[in-house]
């Protein structure tokens, strides 16, 4: 992705696997509070490599109910801090933080549909 974010279209329950992706992430999410939490459950960020090392959207960890952040480069917060808009536990896991290409597999839908052939 040349720009922008991974956009998580609050209140709505669905699911999301972002895998084997680079991103310049110079994007912002949007929308009202009060439409619902910024993420569903169940996200899973693999493999990810950001350019311009912004956290924001990606590094989910620490705000995406039962989430996974799976080998993602290093990042750093800016001035758009998110925390955890709805009550209970988080459920989340950050692995191989900093490591994008040591997962295995790279590219998690691939890896499906080899298994499907």
């Not at 991103?23 to 912002?28: A, L, T």
């Not at 990810?48 to 090392?53: D, E, Q």
């Not at 590094?59 to 039962?66: G, H, L, M, Q, V």
């Not at 001035?79 to 933080?97: C, I, K, M, T």
Request: charged share 20%.
């Amino acid at each position: 992705m040349h720009m922008g974010t991974f956009d998580t279209h609050r209140g709505m329950p669905f699911a999301n696997v972002r895998t084997e992706i680079t991103v310049n992430n110079n994007g912002r999410h949007g929308g009202d509070a009060s439409a619902g939490p910024l993420y569903g459950a169940r996200f899973t960020h693999w493999n990810v490599t950001v350019t311009n090392a912004r956290a924001g959207l990606v590094k989910i960890d620490t705000i995406a109910p039962y989430s996974a952040t799976v080998g993602i480069s290093e990042v750093r917060e800016f001035d758009q801090s998110d925390v955890p808009d709805f009550a209970g536990p988080l459920h989340s896991r950050l692995e191989a933080y900093g490591a994008p290409t040591s997962v295995r597999p790279s590219n998690l839908y691939e890896a499906q549909r080899a298994l499907s052939r």
